[in-house]
Protein backbone atom coordinates (compact mmCIF):
# COMPACT_ATOMS: atom_id res chain seq x y z
CA UNK A 1 0.00 0.00 0.00
CA UNK A 2 2.85 2.49 0.92
CA UNK A 3 4.48 1.86 -3.06
CA UNK A 4 0.97 2.92 -4.09
CA UNK A 5 0.59 6.29 -1.76
CA UNK A 6 4.33 7.10 -3.36
CA UNK A 7 3.52 6.19 -6.86
CA UNK A 8 0.14 8.59 -6.56
CA UNK A 9 2.28 11.14 -4.69
CA UNK A 10 5.08 10.64 -7.75
CA UNK A 11 2.34 11.38 -10.66
CA UNK A 12 0.56 14.07 -8.42
CA UNK A 13 3.87 16.09 -8.31
CA UNK A 14 4.94 15.24 -11.80
CA UNK A 15 1.42 16.55 -12.55
CA UNK A 16 1.59 20.22 -11.45
CA UNK A 17 5.36 20.14 -12.34
CA UNK A 18 4.21 19.73 -15.97
CA UNK A 19 1.18 21.78 -15.81
CA UNK A 20 3.47 24.72 -14.23
CA UNK A 21 5.77 24.21 -16.85
CA UNK A 22 3.75 24.66 -20.08
CA UNK A 23 1.94 27.60 -18.47
CA UNK A 24 5.36 29.64 -18.08
CA UNK A 25 6.63 28.51 -21.33
CA UNK A 26 3.43 29.22 -23.45
CA UNK A 27 4.02 31.56 -26.04
CA UNK A 28 0.26 32.83 -25.73
CA UNK A 29 -1.19 35.40 -23.30
CA UNK A 30 -3.72 33.80 -20.63
CA UNK A 31 -6.52 35.67 -22.83
CA UNK A 32 -5.41 33.97 -25.82
CA UNK A 33 -5.09 30.38 -24.97
CA UNK A 34 -8.98 30.98 -23.49
CA UNK A 35 -9.99 32.85 -26.65
CA UNK A 36 -8.39 29.51 -29.04
CA UNK A 37 -9.92 27.02 -26.22
CA UNK A 38 -13.25 28.41 -26.74
CA UNK A 39 -12.73 28.69 -30.60
CA UNK A 40 -11.70 24.91 -30.15
CA UNK A 41 -14.61 24.08 -27.76
CA UNK A 42 -17.16 25.38 -30.18
CA UNK A 43 -15.66 23.96 -33.17
CA UNK A 44 -16.08 20.22 -32.10
CA UNK A 45 -19.72 21.19 -31.22
CA UNK A 46 -20.59 22.58 -34.55
CA UNK A 47 -19.00 19.03 -35.95
CA UNK A 48 -20.27 17.00 -33.33
CA UNK A 49 -23.94 18.43 -34.62
CA UNK A 50 -22.79 17.94 -38.09
CA UNK A 51 -22.19 14.35 -37.55
CA UNK A 52 -25.45 14.05 -35.85
CA UNK A 53 -27.25 15.57 -38.54
CA UNK A 54 -25.73 13.25 -41.22
CA UNK A 55 -26.16 10.33 -39.28
CA UNK A 56 -29.57 10.62 -38.39
CA UNK A 57 -30.59 11.10 -41.71
CA UNK A 58 -28.54 8.13 -42.88
CA UNK A 59 -30.45 5.76 -40.43
CA UNK A 60 -33.78 7.26 -41.13
CA UNK A 61 -33.20 6.96 -45.22
CA UNK A 62 -32.01 2.84 -44.21
CA UNK A 63 -35.08 2.77 -42.46
CA UNK A 64 -37.12 3.95 -44.94
CA UNK A 65 -35.57 1.26 -47.52
CA UNK A 66 -35.93 -1.52 -44.72
CA UNK A 67 -40.05 -0.13 -44.00
CA UNK A 68 -40.42 -0.52 -47.81
CA UNK A 69 -38.76 -3.53 -48.29
CA UNK A 70 -40.76 -5.02 -45.31
CA UNK A 71 -43.93 -4.15 -46.75
CA UNK A 72 -43.26 -5.61 -50.24
CA UNK A 73 -42.12 -8.79 -48.94
CA UNK A 74 -46.03 -8.89 -46.74
CA UNK A 75 -47.82 -8.65 -49.85
Same mark, same amino acid.
Given at each position: *??????????? *???? @? @?? +? @?? +??? *??P??? +??????? $? =?????? $? +??????E??? =?? $???????? *? =? $????????
Amino acid at each position: *MNKFFSFFAGV *MCGS @V @VG +A @VA +ALL *MTPASG +AELTAEA $Q =RRWLEA $Q +AEFKRTEEDT =RH $QLEHEYAV *M =R $QRAVKSDK
